[in-house]
């Protein structure tokens, strides 16, 4: 959840790390920092955000450094806790993405070797740890520090007179950038995007020496490793906001690009023949987390519904704590940034319990990529909002595509039948774009129900989902109490929170469920709840039923969920914006959840 970012080259290196570092603000963050390298070691950080830290820092000259940006996890938000530390000679500096889980009984050995700790944090143990080991060579005393550390971590460090930046990771995410006479490090791709697009990722246990000019990996056992640079088809534009007020809404109306480019050569295969060779498949488990999740949850119906095979979903971190049961289902990993700590873990349990494992991801060559056996890329591009939008959909059009794909081997999906689904698919970017025509229609809607405290959220079947991550969205970007729930469970419970006050959106397309939906709404109108719907153009009867409609286009159900989240993901953004909230820096909220 922390970030990092490092610069060795010919530039001065602050202006480049500040940069950087605000291009990982959406990831949350509480305090920030910088280590320059110049004719000494010079340390500056402090609370808040990154534009307090530009206000008040001095001057620093230097060609090398490493920033960072922390999410308090060990130790309070406070300057003395923020990072980069140093050791007890101030000739070393770290910054740390991570949880040394180890760090008590490292640091009561280290405090009797005498050691002078100044935080609360685990991180800073590391700082002495290099500062015992060093002998010269920052790299093996990187190497040998590492010995003594349990735990999860991305790790770089600086050193007074050194031109290099030594980093290594395990289980975060770690990235080295190429450049022309520069190089950088950074804690995802999208920091670096102004600079270069040239990117080698660091895999676990790794260490690496990156200097101006040249950039060395070496392995666990300290062998040398050679890999090839990947280009990023992303570009800075890309992760800008290009005139929109915030990254969400841009990102939200970027999504009819999104699903065309992850459709784009896929609608007669994704690309899993070969992996499917030999494998016929019983069952599948989705595991993710998060807004993965709930795209898991709609996968179960997707995939339920084109395969005709039984589908289990579960939370990532559920799974990988959880018994093996005696089954050999297809496991199906979700994560939009492919760094998530849990889902990783899920990966790697599902491997030992011997099960196939296909990736959904949205970074070429995130660290999910060499953790299963197969990867379907969304192709949604950077997301920079921390609510999940055009990555969601995206997740969403490659469950259908493996649906699909899983039908044709299990011959329950007739050749016919995927013609008409394909035809669906391409129809989806006007399907979502005539959402996105109704803006200002959404936002007047929203404004009139923005002083609500408690919003709920009801559908059925593969929209009940959709109703969960509406409620997500409403939580996480409004600071509205939002709840989804099953519409069929309404007697069983929530019934009794409804109130004038507390405005429902009921998700009511026309499915093999709408008459019961119907019902439901009814229930609902009866406790004086105001009740928003979303449902099919020209559906006369559910107007009578409801305060007031959102409309989409009418589609294949099985394909509904993809319009009706966007007009969600409107509503939510558009109730942020009436209540002023921080649309793209949620608090307390962070994009990618790292450490577990």
Not at 416 to 425: D, E, F, H, P, Y
């Amino acid at each position: 959840m922390c970030g990092i970012v490092g610069y060795a080259g010919r530039r001065n290196a602050q202006p480049i790390l500040l940069d950087c570092l605000k291009r990982l603000e959406y990831r949350g963050y509480d305090s920030a920092g910088l280590a320059i390298v110049g004719d000494g070691l010079e340390v500056f950080k402090s609370k808040g955000e990154i534009a307090v830290l530009e206000a008040s820092m001095p001057a620093m000259k230097g060609t090398v450094g490493i920033a960072h940006t922390r999410w308090a996890t060990q130790g309070k938000p406070t300057t003395e806790n923020a990072h980069p530390f140093s050791d007890c000679t101030g000739k070393l500096a770290i910054v740390h993405n991570g949880i040394i889980s180890n760090f008590m009984d490292v640091r009561e050995s280290l405090v009797n070797d005498g050691h002078k700790f100044t935080s609360e944090t685990d991180t800073e143990v590391f700082a002495h740890l290099v500062e015992a080991e060093f002998k010269g060579d920052l790299m093996d005393a990187v190497f040998n520090a590492l010995k003594r550390v349990d735990g999860t971590y991305a790790f770089a460090v600086v050193s007074e007179g050194s031109g290099d930046i030594v980093a290594t990771r395990r289980e975060s995410p770690l990235v080295v950038g190429l450049g022309d006479g520069e190089n950088f490090i950074a804690s995802d791709l999208t920091a670096l995007l102004k600079y270069t697009n040239r990117m080698v990722y660091i895999h676990d246990g790794e260490v690496v020496r990156v200097s101006k000019d040249s950039v060395t990996i070496k392995n666990e056992k300290g062998e040398l490793v050679t890999r090839e640079p990947q280009k990023i088809t992303w570009n800075l534009e890309d992760a800008e906001k290009g005139g929109y007020p915030h990254f969400m809404l841009k990102e939200i109306f970027e999504q009819p690009e999104a699903i065309h480019d992850s459709l784009l050569g896929r609608v007669e295969s994704v690309d899993v023949e070969p992996f499917f060779a030999g494998n016929i498949f019983s069952s599948v488990k989705i595991v993710a987390c998060g807004t993965s999740y709930y795209a898991g949850l709609v996968g179960k119906y997707i995939i339920e519904e084109l395969a005709k095979i039984p589908v289990t979903v579960q939370i990532s971190s559920e799974y990988r704590y959880s018994s093996a049961p005696r089954e050999n289902p297809l496991v199906v990993l979700i994560t939009q940034s492919g760094e998530t700590a849990d889902t990783l873990g899920a990966a790697r349990e599902a491997k030992k319990r011997g099960n196939k494992t296909i990736g959904i991801a949205n970074v070429v060559g995130s660290a999910i990529t060499r953790e299963v056996d197969h990867v379907i890329y969304t192709r949604a591009g950077p997301e920079i909002g921390v609510a999940a939008t055009k990555t969601f959909v995206t997740q969403l059009v490659a469950l259908y595509l493996l649906a699909m794909e899983l039908g044709i081997q299990n011959k329950s999906l007739t050749a016919q039948a995927r013609r008409s689904m394909i035809g669906s698919l391409r129809n989806l970017p006007r399907a979502v774009q005539d959402v996105l025509n109704q803006a200002e229609v959404i936002e007047a809607l929203a404004s009139k129900y923005a002083k609500a405290r408690d919003m709920f959220f009801i559908g059925r079947s593969i929209n009940y989902p959709i109703a969960l991550e509406g409620a997500l969205k409403t939580k996480e970007i409004a600071y509205i109490h939002g709840e989804g729930f099953p519409a069929g469970e309404l007697k069983h419970g929530p019934l009794a929170l409804l109130s004038k006050d507390s405005p429902v959106v009921a998700i009511a397309v026309k499915d093999r469920t709408y008459e019961k939906m119907l019902g439901n709404i009814s229930e609902v109108s009866a406790r004086g709840s105001p009740v928003i719907a979303i449902g099919y153009e020209g559906d006369t009867e559910l107007a009578r039923y409801v305060d007031d409609v959102i409309w989409v286009r009418e589609i294949p159900p099985v394909f509904s969920p993809v319009p009706v989240i966007v007009a969600l993901q409107l509503w939510a953004y558009y109730l942020a914006k009436a209540r002023g909230c921080p649309i793209d820096k949620p608090k307390n909220i962070a994009k990618t959840v790292t450490v577990e």
